[in-house]
């Protein structure tokens, strides 16, 4: 029963960090941009989250004839239930987790990895030339980002003797990860910023704003599930990095440690709106070009450094 | 780098800008006075209407969205019988306001119009017509054209001499 009311609260956190982030991000945005968001629809624009939900379900839900029916109803799925599942290994508070894995960041990267299929599968059955090039561009950053984003998480998991997040949370009670773990945490970011294509690493939505994109034959709550989708992907992204890097729900005890997690995440969450807000969008070689030159042999010699001090401290 | 870690800063300075938003039905824009928003009519200092549907503003519309025609009172003043402006088509560009003579029809800074029918665009004279003088008070067409036509005797226009009685020139 204790386990049941776990796994409903987690996932009626998750879900309202998500749909809530569809009126943070406008108002966050245009904080940093000298305008007002949405504040019209409810108290503060509130309700413009309702008002967004039911203009999707209300949308034309049309699957095209020439698209590969069950890959294309399928494609948005696959994306929302790879990041769900990963909210299962995450812990919000000293007991407030659904599971806690022994290879939790294994579990995370692979999940992460499947992710990817959503957008390839979704680009592929769209049967449409300019899908399948965002598709692919797609798939590309993502594959290399996710490279030297299992990279960067080896030191930490070298620091806490563990993959299992819990014990990560655990050993980070002397001191927070983020600071002998610094290049770690920077690559981490940028990989993470790169595997949720956001700003500055849009291409695969970019090209939706330009041709078409692997969701250009997307309507209704198909293409919600995909703009839900990415939401989620930022928060677990932040959840992550306040797990890893930030100590979790460790913090000064006159608050819940639920408060400290999310507190962590959602400065995490404004951080990628900041980036979002701020930077603009370089070209898709020039993206590659830093994935592989850059952020790869930086991954490396953050394991390789961390490796030779903790052996010679042992 | 460097420059990208300024953007990011610079950018989050601007928290503590204020917003240029202008939250419109709670607070209106300016809008200077010959901003060429909603056509009426207007009248003269006696309260009689300025208009004397000489079909000048009809003709000069580049749109064509006047419709008007003259008539006479007993005393011979022409006025317009019906004066209908269709503002689904008017273009608010001011000629007619150029153009009248009288200064019968002016522009003025209203443009909050919408409607849901496309009919109650259409503005009769009754709709057009105010009360007051507009933008040019004090001038009375009448006084100024020498035109007579019952509202004003011989010589009592503003640049007229009063007329001189030859027989009384006689030696």
């Known amino acids: 029963m204790k386990y049941l009311l776990i796994i409903a609260g987690v996932l009626l956190i998750v879900l309202s960090i998500a749909a809530g982030l569809i009126w943070v991000e406008r108002r966050l945005l245009s904080v940093w941009q000298d305008r007002l968001g949405p504040n019209r629809v409810g108290p503060f624009g509130l309700a413009q ?139 981490f970011f940028i990989a993470g910023i790169a595997e949720t294509h956001r700003l500055p690493f849009d291409i695969p939505e970019a090209e939706g704003e330009l041709v078409a994109g692997y969701h250009s034959e997307y309507s209704g709550m198909k293409f919600g599930m995909f703009f839900v989708g990415e939401y989620l992907g930022i928060t677990l992204i932040s959840a992550i990095i306040a797990t890893l890097f930030f100590g979790g729900w460790l913090g000064p005890s006159f608050l819940p440690p639920v408060f400290w997690f999310l507190l962590k995440t959602f400065f995490f969450i404004g951080l990628f709106i900041l980036l979002r807000a701020s930077l603009p969008r370089p070209r898709y070689d020039q993206l590659m070009k830093l994935g592989w030159k850059v952020l790869l042999p930086l991954a490396l010699l953050n394991l390789l450094v961390t490796g030779a001090v903790l052996l010679y401290m042992k | 780098m460097f420059s990208i870690l300024r953007s990011i800063w610079l950018t989050f300075l601007h928290v503590f800008h204020k917003t240029e938003t202008v939250e419109y039905p709670e607070v209106k824009p300016y809008l200077a006075p010959r901003y060429r928003g909603r056509i009426v009519l207007t009248r003269d200092e006696e309260k009689n209407e300025r208009c004397v549907a000489c079909y000048l503003c009809a003709a000069v519309c580049p749109v064509d969205c006047i419709s008007l025609q003259a008539t006479a009172d007993e005393s011979g003043r022409r006025y317009p019988e019906f004066f209908r402006i269709n503002f689904s088509r008017c273009i608010y560009c001011g000629f007619c306001e150029e153009a009248c003579p009288t200064y019968a029809i002016q522009l003025i800074p209203d443009f909050e119009m919408a409607e849901y029918d496309r009919q109650n665009m259409v503005y009769e004279k009754q709709h057009l017509l105010i009360s007051g003088e507009g933008k040019y008070p004090g001038y009375n067409f009448y006084m100024n054209a020498g035109v007579d036509m019952g509202v004003k005797g011989k010589g009592e226009g503003k640049f007229e001499e009063v007329p001189v009685d030859v027989k009384e020139l006689m030696p």
């Open chain 1, 49 to 187: 989250v309702i008002a967004d939900t039911l203009k999707l379900l209300f949308k034309e839900d049309w699957v095209p004839s020439f698209s590969d029916r069950p890959v294309f109803i399928m494609a948005p799925g696959i994306l929302m239930i790879t990041i769900l599942l990963t909210f299962a290994v995450i812990p919000f508070g000293p007991n407030f987790y659904v599971f806690d894995s022994n290879i939790g960041i294994l579990f995370f990267l692979g999940n992460s990895s499947l992710g990817v299929y959503s957008i390839v599968l979704g680009g592929w059955a769209s049967n449409n030339k300019y899908s399948l090039i965002g598709a692919m561009r797609a798939s590309a950053q993502m594959l290399t980002y996710e490279v030297f984003m299992g990279l960067s998480l080896m030191g930490v998991v070298m620091m806490a003797d563990s993959f299992s997040f819990c014990a990560i949370v655990e050993a980070q009670k002397g001191g927070w990860f983020f600071i002998p773990q610094f290049f770690g945490f920077i690559v």
